[in-house]
């Protein structure tokens, strides 16, 4: 499972640099500066998450029950949050209106929390 979440954590952050570059400078063009900001934050949560994966994956100090349940909260919710912000961001873009799935942007921050929740927990709950 480790293997699984550090290798996702750095897809995660492969894709954030590219997608970061690709806002910063083919988006700069076409997208207004608010809709380039809400793009950036779906870049920067995107990149935090990477990095809580290759924490979470590399950590000896959780249960591998526990680091299931984290990557997959973090998967989904990275997924559900930054990737609706991308889509909301870009929706001038588009013949779809994807406001129609805006929904799901505090669901998947909702998940998010949730893996930082479940890390707080256990350690909390966790003997010194």
């Not at 929904?103 to 909390?124: E, R, Y």
């Amino acid at each position: 499972m480790d293997k699984k979440i550090i290798s996702t954590g750095a897809i995660f952050g492969m894709l954030a640099i590219i997608l970061g570059a690709f806002g910063a400078h083919a988006l700069k063009k076409v997208l207004s500066i608010e809709e380039l900001a809400t793009f950036e934050t779906g870049v920067k949560y995107q990149m935090y998450h990477a990095l809580f994966l290759l924490f979470i994956g590399l950590t000896t100090e959780l249960p591998q029950k526990i680091k299931k349940t984290i990557y997959y909260l973090v998967v989904v919710g990275v997924l559900f949050f930054s990737g609706s912000i991308y889509l909301l961001a870009t929706n001038s873009q588009t013949s779809f209106d994807f406001k129609v799935i805006g929904f799901v942007t505090p669901i998947g921050g909702l998940l998010l929390i949730s893996g930082w929740g479940v890390l707080l927990v256990n350690f909390l709950k966790k003997k010194t």
